[in-house]
C-alpha cells in the first residue's frame, strides 16, 4: 500500500473518529434534549458543510488534473505528428537523392556501354577486313 493510501485512510479515521467522539460527547453531555438537538443539528451542518467543501475541492482537483493530462497528451501527439513529418521529408529526400543517383550512373553506365560497342565493333570490322586482306593475298 503506498504512503499517499496510508495517509489518506488515516486521514478519513481521524475525521470519522472525531465525527463520533463529538456525537458521544453531545449525548453524554448534561443539556435538555431541545439544547442537545440542536447541537446535534449544528454540528451535522458543519460537518456536512465540510464534506461538501472537501468534495468540491477534490472535483476541482480531478477537473485540473485532468485537464492538464489532455493538454500533456495534445503535446505529444502535436510533437509526434511534427517528427513524422520531418521524418516522411527526410525519407523523400533520400529517396530522391538515391533515385537521382541511380540515374545519373544508368545514364554513364549506358554511355560507358555504347563506346565500347563501337569499340568491339571496330575491332570485330577490323579483323573481318585483315582477314579478308589476308584470303585474297
Do not use: C
Request: a positive charge.
Amino acid at each position: 500500500m503506498s504512503d499517499n493510501n496510508v495517509g489518506k485512510g488515516f486521514l478519513l479515521g481521524f475525521i470519522a473518529g472525531g465525527a463520533i467522539g463529538a456525537v458521544f460527547a453531545l449525548l453524554y453531555a448534561p443539556k435538555s434534549g431541545k439544547e442537545l438537538r440542536q447541537d446535534i443539528k449544528n454540528r451535522t451542518d458543519g460537518y456536512l458543510d465540510e464534506a461538501e467543501k472537501y468534495v468540491t475541492d477534490a472535483k476541482d482537483k480531478a477537473k485540473e488534473l485532468i485537464n492538464e493530462g489532455k493538454k500533456k497528451s495534445d503535446r505529444i501527439i502535436s510533437d509526434a505528428k511534427v517528427k513524422s513529418e520531418e521524418l516522411l521529408r527526410d525519407a523523400e529526400k533520400v529517396f530522391s537523392d538515391a533515385k537521382a543517383k541511380a540515374s545519373n550512373i544508368i545514364s554513364t553506365g549506358k554511355e560507358t556501354l555504347e563506346a565500347e560497342s563501337g569499340r568491339l565493333k571496330d575491332a570485330v570490322k577490323a579483323g573481318v577486313d585483315a582477314y579478308k586482306s589476308t584470303k585474297n593475298a
